[in-house]
């Protein structure tokens, strides 16, 4: 089921591309697997996923221990991280798309530092102003400058490499009304990218399984897909 899952996602993967008029390599796919075994992690693995987001770091490091032997797998952390696991963070992860403060962002460049590591971040942005969502506070376009004093810190960090911003936008039963939040985050990117002339925002991490291809038609270069791949997670 997972294999079979996983070539039907690439195939719509690359469908939405062209349909927008995008080259499909443009457009990662990174196999969330929180809820989910080890054993279903390598039936991706063997079916050809090489890019894995995980939300929680103690379900994510057994997985990652037991895949040590596979050394052309990524490893995503996507979920909100508390600062205190920073440094276990760097340790275990090859990026972290949720970089969603600034008190976070000096304890991963610590940590990443003192491990001799550059670490590509993404930094995760509110599009929405839902309370129940992790990010900068990024859903107000007229308060966007307020912004620019902490994400020029940021970029000078040596030890991470700012590579692009992440959101997660609300769920709808009608998956049209995801675009708009789509579209801002572009719109972000776009904005922040002529105001601090050393961020190189190349990538944009949005959609999920239920949204994917709209985030595509709308620039996405990372996707997050779990269920559509993976099934429904153990309880």
């Not at 000078?156 to 700012?162: E, G, N, S, T």
């Not at 972000?188 to 291809?213: A, P």
């Amino acid at each position: 089921m997972i294999a079979n899952n996983y070539e039907k996602i690439l195939d719509q993967i690359a469908k939405a591309a062209i349909t927008a008029g995008r080259d499909p390599a443009e457009v990662r796919l990174v196999v969330v697997t929180k809820g989910h075994s080890v054993e279903a992690v390598k039936k991706a693995v063997g079916a050809g996923a090489r890019f894995f987001g995980e939300n929680y770091l103690e379900e994510a490091i057994p997985k990652i221990e037991s895949l040590s032997g596979v050394s052309d797998i990524e490893w995503h952390m996507v979920g909100h991280i508390q600062s205190r696991k920073a440094r276990t963070v760097c340790q275990y992860f090859h990026r972290v798309e949720s970089l969603d403060g600034i008190k976070l962002a000096t304890r991963l460049n610590r940590f990443a530092s003192e491990l001799k590591k550059k670490i590509p971040v993404l930094l995760e942005c509110n599009v929405s102003g839902e309370t129940s969502k992790y990010g900068f506070p990024a859903w107000d376009e007229k308060r966007w400058s307020e912004l620019l004093p902490e994400f020029e810190m940021i970029v000078d960090f040596p030890a991470l490499k700012v590579c692009g911003l992440m959101t997660m936008p609300p769920y709808f039963s009608n998956v049209e009304d995801v675009r708009p939040y789509f579209q801002r985050l572009v719109r972000l990117r776009d904005y922040l990218s002529g105001e601090i002339t050393t961020f190189d925002l190349k990538e944009l991490s949005m959609g999920m399984s239920n949204d994917f291809e709209i985030a595509i038609q709308e620039g996405a270069t990372i996707v997050r897909i779990g269920t559509a791949i993976m099934g429904k997670r153990n309880s």
